[in-house]
């Protein structure tokens, strides 16, 4: 029974500290500001009946069944992963189940006995896992300082075989960005950095065409390693990596979540397939979308508060866990579901209301969110 009074306990603190989880269904009459459908796809019903008159054969299969390895390579995954390759004008693309699959599973395939990496302060929580697992030494930079990094490398790099720099594109949290032109500087300037780039937060939502940050800035190709993922902007389910043809192939051979899970649904690489094709299409989204980041954070730094947002996520920091919470039942009353942001998913102190904006949202709508702003 001591293990069971120990959970209690664990429990019972996190719930005296305000940082007690629960799992709630999203209330039918909020107006939803805390997922990841950044383009609007989700209730975009004609979109979704037009896929769906697509389907035929194996592609409305709803399981896989099997690994890629076995018998889960189907024609559409195959055809997913061309399509994204040329895309980006890369070597290679592969598919994977989710994103912390992939980014559990990629280090871990692709270290050596003398690898170092050097991970943003502020990375996911998938990428600190992938670190940690892969057993490689392993710094951390100061959130978004480049130049901070640089210093690492100036005194470790020659020590190494290679050095992994990882960051995000967009950070999940602030809605800041990385300054992909001085990332790039540093593979220019040390011969054995090797980029990895999580742009889960930037896929679908920068560029004409959709495709992230750094391709946006004319800078995807000196990335070695480029992770998008499909269950947010694309609405849909799995990730991918774009890099040269040696990284995939090693994946394959060495990445355990990789080998030893069930492929994707047919019916989900179908889908994932047909939202990628029409995303230099929904540019028109994209311009509603950053538009609205735009005047959400002015609206915050209006009311004094710093806002570092640079994109479709807006974080309003209030600080205390409790006051967190009570703002956010206050936009609930308001007809908006935003949720309370607690430590350990950032720092103490820091609590806040994330906005994760959606270019489904109609003017009227978001003005509304704005006035909320203005009688709190």
């Given at each position: 029974m001591d293990f069971y009074n120990r959970l209690s306990a664990d429990l019972e603190q996190l719930r005296e500290a305000g940082?007690?989880?629960?799992?709630?269904?999203?209330?039918?009459?909020?107006?939803?500001?805390?997922?990841?459908?950044?383009?609007?796809?989700?209730?975009?019903?004609?979109?979704?009946?037009?896929?769906?008159?697509?389907?035929?054969?194996?592609?409305?299969?709803?399981?896989?069944?099997?690994?890629?390895?076995?018998?889960g390579n189907v024609p559409v995954a195959i055809e997913l992963e061309e399509t994204i390759a040329a895309a980006y004008g890369a070597e290679a693309a592969l598919v994977f189940g989710s994103g912390y699959h992939a980014n559990t599973g990629i280090l871990p395939a692709l270290v050596g006995p003398k690898s170092l990496v050097l991970s943003d302060k502020?990375?996911?929580a998938s990428m600190i896992d992938g670190i940690r697992a892969s057993g490689a030494t392993f710094y951390r930079f100061r959130h978004n300082d480049l130049a901070h990094a640089r210093t690492f490398l100036e005194r470790y790099a020659q020590a190494y075989d290679e050095?992994?720099?990882?960051?995000?594109?967009?950070?999940?949290?602030?809605?800041?960005?990385?300054?992909?032109?001085?990332?790039?500087?540093?593979?220019?300037?040390f011969p054995n950095v090797i980029l990895y780039l999580d742009e889960a937060h930037g896929v679908g939502v920068f560029g004409e065409t959709g495709l992230g940050l750094a391709h946006a800035k004319g800078v995807h190709q000196s990335i070695d390693i480029l992770i998008g993922t499909f269950g947010k902007a694309l609405c849909s389910t799995g990730a991918f990596a774009v890099c040269s043809k040696v990284i995939r192939d090693t994946l394959i051979n060495k990445m355990r979540p990789f080998i030893f899970t069930t492929a994707l649904p047919p019916i989900n690489?179908?889908?994932?397939?047909?939202?990628?094709?029409?995303?230099?299409?929904?540019?028109?989204?994209?311009?509603?979308?950053?538009?609205?980041?735009?005047?959400?954070?002015?609206?915050?730094?209006?009311?004094?508060?710093?806002?570092?947002?640079?994109s479709q996520i807006v974080p309003y920091v209030i600080g205390s866990n409790?006051?967190?919470?009570?703002?956010?039942?206050?936009?609930?009353?308001?007809?908006?579901?935003?949720?309370p942001i607690r430590p350990p998913t950032v720092?103490?102190?820091?609590?806040?209301?994330?906005?994760?904006?959606?270019?489904?949202?109609?003017?009227?709508?978001?003005?509304?969110?704005?006035?909320?702003f203005h009688i709190i």
């Open positions: 940082c007690y989880r629960t799992l709630r269904a999203l209330p039918a009459e909020l107006v939803n500001l805390s997922g990841n459908d950044y383009l609007g796809l989700l209730n975009d019903t004609a979109f979704r009946e037009a896929f769906y008159e697509t389907l035929s054969g194996e592609t409305r299969n709803l399981s896989a069944a099997s690994s890629r390895l076995l018998t502020l990375n996911h050095v992994f720099v990882m960051t995000e594109s967009v950070f999940s949290m602030d809605g800041d960005c990385t300054d992909l032109d001085a990332l790039v500087k540093l593979k220019a300037d690489l179908a889908w994932s397939l047909y939202v990628f094709n029409a995303l230099p299409k929904m540019q028109a989204r994209r311009a509603h979308l950053h538009s609205m980041g735009e005047r959400l954070a002015a609206t915050i730094r209006a009311r004094g508060v710093d806002c570092v947002s640079e409790e006051d967190a919470i009570a703002e956010a039942e206050r936009f609930q009353k308001a007809g908006f579901y935003v949720l720092p103490r102190g820091t609590a806040r209301l994330r906005f994760s904006l959606s270019a489904d949202l109609s003017e009227e709508t978001f003005n509304r969110l704005l006035d909320v």
